[in-house]
């Protein structure tokens, strides 16, 4: 009986028969069971697909620097723009001289300093940035801001100047032209009397000069004086020289520039018309 079983196990073994067991529900299973595990996202069967190699960001370039401020005006410039420079700058006591129009070392320093104070580039030339700094402090300067040491146009000869030899005084540009027949030999900024002491107008002669006057009324010089109306003359001003149109005179006509009144009293004779006009 013993080799009975025998040769059947052994037909079963060659035959490829392998031994079946049962799962819980009584159905064969195959004795060794594997596991599989897939990813979350995967499914059975499914090819995985690789994740995608993350793009380097690019790096941010450097901002390109920003183009220097344009310079408007420089040493060596001159013009009535300079002129409004110049008066802007007195207003804020960077500047005390001119305004001239003419583009200085005194004006570079001033603009120099401004800029300095307000932390911009200390380069003395007025460009942009600083001009539109300046404006925001300062306000819109007037006629006599602008020549407030003279320098301006003269006004048209009056017809009454046309003839002759004639000290012919504008005081709508405050200007003398000293005049030969209607051509006009020299021309100076001059300076009146104020509204309590107003310079008389209207035709008048020199009737006497005077290297060195003092005036007795008002015990100050009076030097190149030229009489034309009681004790009204031109003469050189120093009062004038020094505060422009911050003063006035007591009823004369006054001129700043020695040179040019010492030259124009050399060439005037007594009796020599004067004409003062609007």
């Known amino acids: ?7 059947v196990l052994t037909a079963l073994a060659v035959g490829g028969c392998t031994l079946q067991t049962t799962d819980p529900d009584g159905d064969p299973r195959s004795p060794v069971h594997i ?13 995985a697909t690789p994740a995608p190699t993350p793009t380097p960001t690019p790096k941010k370039a450097d901002p390109a620097p920003s183009p220097p401020a344009t310079v408007l005006w420089s040493r060596g410039d001159s013009g009535r723009d300079v002129r409004e420079l110049q008066a802007r700058l007195r207003q804020v006591a960077w500047l005390y001289d001119g305004p001239t129009g003419s583009y200085d ?9 401004f800029q ?4 911009l580039p200390r380069t003395g030339r007025t460009d942009t940035v600083t001009w539109q700094r300046l404006l925001r402090m300062t306000h819109e300067p007037g006629q006599w801001e602008l020549y407030l040491m003279g320098g301006q146009p003269a006004a048209y000869a009056d017809p009454r100047c046309l003839r002759g030899r004639v000290l012919c005084i504008s005081k709508t540009s405050r200007t003398l032209r000293w005049m030969i027949d209607g051509r006009t030999v020299s021309t100076v900024a001059v300076r009146f009397g ?4 107003p310079t008389r107008e209207g035709v ?7 290297r060195h ?11 190149y004086a030229m009489f034309f109306s009681g004790g009204q003359a031109v003469h050189y001003s120093a009062d004038f020289a020094a505060r422009g149109y911050g003063g006035a005179s007591h009823g004369c006509v006054n001129i700043r520039d020695e040179t040019a009144i010492a030259a124009i009293f050399a060439e005037v004779s007594t009796g020599d018309k004067v004409v003062i006009y609007w």
């Open 1 to 7: 009986m013993r080799k009975v079983m025998f040769a």
């Open 35 to 47: 596991q599989v595990s897939h990813p979350p996202d995967d499914k059975p069967g499914a090819t």
């Open 105 to 113: 070392d005194l004006t570079e320093n001033a603009v120099k300093g």
């Open 116 to 119: 300095g104070k307000r932390g």
């Open 194 to 197: 104020s509204q309590y002491t």
């Open 204 to 210: 008048f002669s020199v009737y006497w000069k005077s």
């Open 213 to 223: 006057h003092v005036s007795t009324l008002y015990d100050s010089p009076m030097p």
